[in-house]
């Protein structure tokens, strides 16, 4: 791939990044290579393209790591497979114009915003699920000391008014169906329901939405389901009163997150917008006001996750109904994995949302895509490869491309391409 001259493109800020979190031997690399897929060794990531931004795209990469101190809110609630927030950091720090409106149209729990308000960045994030968009929108919410003082004191005026429930055995109806009633304890669930019966009669609009995320951080936690991607029931014993220490304590955890947070954002930092919608219609769900200087996301890896399910436990206790997100859901297992014509289908869904992402994004500006290769029907499919040859036809130019091995034969990728003027 031939990088365009200069001119035609706003170098990286390479100034603003953040110092590496590892050192590398910069190889030798072909400037001339005519295929992001034919990549030269970066450590263990192999980049190819435009060296200054693979460059960034390989320290991004590399910097997903389990070590990596997570300070701001991002670690607050479980979201399977979001973005590592370092991988959103260097990418946004290195590659978004000062002034740039930075969309993520899989937004998931807010990754992208939260990086961007740090750096002062106008965002605007889409998901299909509301449950993404409100926790989201409490992760990125610029909190002062004094907001933080009254959310503390609300906080635990109904952990005290939940304890009295529990001691006084006071009857609490919990607001699921009948076939979710299994994955709880009887006395567990009579508490939870009970710690949000208190939370519905908090008047603070702000502060009854955290509260409603803080127990939505603990209600698989204190099910008989394994995790939030392993659904096999396991037995726990859970004593009374407990789920309502873990739910005091972690309130506390989103309050020094947010003080961190508020204390990283610059003065000015506006607030991220935040959107309900199919990345398959961008134009639509962000209307004509709203066009992107960039794009950081993380698309669905095809046929690797239903990530409706991954919330499944969550949804009756924050009221949302999860069908219409079941039935527009691209990428799932369900429907590439295990489906005849799974890899036709990703193929024409990942198309569509890259058209999306074309006809809401200024001409020259950079999209960056974090994708891993997919699978269906036990074979895979390579993201990169993928990627390349949807460009052309959505009007994308790749420009850059760095590839790590993750788990089994797979390899995770972050590619930057270009809106084509």
Known sequence: ????????????????????????????????????????????????????????????????????????????????????????????????????IVLDPFTGSGT???????????????????????????????????????????LERVGDLSEERVQNRVASLAPIPRYEVSWWDGHVLKELAGLREEIVAV????????????????VVKFSRQRADTAVEKVERRIRKGLPTEFFVRKGHELADRWARLDQACPDVSPEPRLFRGDARDLRNVLGPGLHADFVLTSPPYGGTYDYVDHHARRYAWLGIDPRSMRASEIG??????????GAERWETELGFALSSIVEVTRPGALVVLLMGDGESKGERI?????????????????????SSPRAGDRREHLMALRVVP
């Open 382 to 402: 390579d993201a990169d490869a993928q990627l390349e040859r949807l460009a052309p036809e959505v009007g994308l130019e790749p420009v850059a491309i760095a």
């Open 203 to 218: 008047e603070d609009d702000d502060e009854r939405e955290a509260l409603f995320l803080v127990l939505s951080a603990i």
């Open 1 to 100: 791939m031939s990088p365009r001259d200069d001119d035609e493109r706003p170098p990286p800020r390479t100034t603003k990044r953040p110092p590496k979190s590892t050192t590398h031997e910069v190889p030798d690399r072909d400037k001339r290579r005519t295929s992001l897929t034919s990549t030269a060794p970066w450590g263990s990531t192999m980049v190819a393209g435009d060296d200054a931004i693979s460059e960034v795209l390989a320290d991004a990469l590399e910097a997903a790591t389990p070590e990596a101190r997570d300070a701001l809110t991002h670690g607050f609630h479980a979201y399977p497979a979001r973005m590592h927030s370092e991988t959103a950091r260097i990418v946004l720090h290195a590659l978004a114009p000062e002034d740039a």
């Open 332 to 341: 799932a297992r369900r429907n590439v994995s295990e489906a005849a014509d």
């Open 112 to 154: 992208v915003l939260i990086e961007a308000r740090v750096l002062g960045l106008r965002a605007a994030g889409v998901d299909l699920n509301p449950l993404a968009l409100r926790l989201a929108g409490v992760k990125s919410r610029r909190v002062g000391q004094h907001a933080r003082a009254r959310f503390l004191e609300t």
